[in-house]
């Protein structure tokens, strides 16, 4: 069963930080389902996906909302807590 951040219509930096928070107590293998409207959504998530690590899995199927899946992973690169789209070099 996949673990579901419901995004609303919270726009995409909001959505990283949340979803950079959920991810960092999951264990490696959990899948999670990322519900958003944000029309960017679809460039953002694999592109933060691809910079920490974590694979993305694309779109799920849904109940007309967007929703996008991926895999958490635990050998992942560190993100800054209030700008995840940035690598920390700590």
Do not use: F, K
């Amino acid at each position: 069963m996949p673990v579901v951040l419901d995004g609303g219509d919270r726009r995409c930096v909001q959505l990283l930080i949340e979803l950079s928070r959920l991810v960092a107590g999951l264990p490696s293998g959990s899948v999670v389902h990322l519900i958003a409207t944000d029309p960017a959504a679809p460039i953002d998530l694999p592109a933060w996906c691809h910079l920490t690590g974590h694979l993305y899995l694309g779109a799920a199927p849904g109940n007309g909302r967007p929703i996008y899946a991926l895999s958490v992973r635990a050998d992942t690169r560190r993100t800054e807590p209030h700008a995840p789209w940035r690598s920390t070099t700590a």
